[in-house]
């Protein structure tokens, strides 16, 4: 992996390089230490699944390596991060694969809980990507009505959901809604305004961009996440995940389709804005609470 982060209490990641790992570090404990040969090595924590990993190639590169990378370890590093190996093995850095979408933790980990935490505590910056990377802004009725379901679904124990992707795996988890009467926001993809016009029968734009019916037809019209997929970058070991948004008149006629890259910096960049300059939307917030809340406590 390409990330890290200091402390299993943290939240976000980092790329791995020298000098920021040294200067947050000072070399000192309980990231740097010497392992049972005398070596000196070094040590930080998956940002996706909170287990240890040693980063290797900071200081000598092995062959036919160009950067450093971390590797998660088989073992608890004391003082810093407590080896967790079932959520080690479900870690897309550890092993990124095809999930099935109904695959769940047997229970809710810590990892779990501080997935659903920053799902409840971050729902606006979740929605403001959700409502960016689909063009469509989801009412606040559609939004209970979806975390509704994630709480249904018990979203926060699906296997693929880390702390990097909780805003994507929050969209995934919420199965198919109804998007009739939502409106599109201005900078939508104009394919999506022109696929739900032209396929989609009965249903049109209006001029202040909500999708109505065109008759007193009834007119079904849904959007759904599908195909979570991670897959590692050959080189630097950065992780690519996505999924497929797919807006349909009902499940075999696809009315539109597009990729959504899960953007996990552009979240941590996000989480990190604090302060007037943060424009928080806090009935979100307490809306997600409502819905979720009591799953903490
Ligand atoms: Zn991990």
């Known amino acids: ?28 404990k309980p990231w740097y230490r010497q392992n049972g040969k005398g070596e000196d090595v070094q040590y930080a924590v998956c940002p ?38 079932e959520e080690r093995d479900n870690c897309p850095y550890f092993k990124p694969r095809p999930r099935e979408k109904s695959a769940r933790r047997r229970s809710l980990t810590p990892v779990s809980q501080k997935i659903l935490r920053t799902l409840i505590e971050q ?25 509704e379901t994630y709480r249904a679904e018990k979203g926060y124990l699906y296997i693929g959901a880390t702390l990097l992707n909780v805003p994507w795996i929050f969209a995934y988890m919420s199965n198919s809604q109804s998007i009739v ?3 599109l926001r201005e900078d939508s993809d104009p394919d999506l305004i022109l696929a739900i016009q032209d ?55 696809w009315v539109h389709q597009k990729v959504i890259p899960f953007d996990h910096q552009e979240f941590q960049r996000l989480v990190q804005i604090h302060g007037e300059k943060a424009r928080r939307q806090m009935d979100l917030v307490e809306m997600a609470k409502e819905v979720l809340g009591d799953l903490l406590s």
């Open 48 to 85: 996706a699944c909170d287990n240890p990993i040693q980063i290797i190639g900071l200081y000598r590169l092995p062959p036919r390596v160009n950067n450093p990378f971390g590797r998660h370890t088989g073992q608890s590093v004391p003082d810093l991060a407590e080896l967790d190996p």
């Open 199 to 253: 396929r989609a029968p009965n249903a049109m734009i209006s001029d202040d961009r909500q999708i109505c019916r065109k008759t007193k037809d009834f007119l079904s019209l849904a959007v759904c996440f599908i195909h979570h997929r991670e897959s590692k970058d050959r080189d630097d070991g950065g992780l690519m995940e996505s999924m497929k948004m797919v807006v349909s008149t009902d499940p075999d006629r």
């Open 1 to 28: 992996m390409d990330v890290y982060k200091l402390r299993p209490e943290n939240a976000g990641s980092q790329h791995i390089d020298r000098e920021t790992f040294e200067a947050q570090t000072l070399r000192d």
């Open 181 to 183: 009467g939502q409106y």
């Open 123 to 147: 729902f606006d910056r979740v929605v403001y990507l959700l409502r960016k990377q689909t063009g469509i802004q989801f009412s606040r009725n559609l939004l209970r009505k979806m975390l």
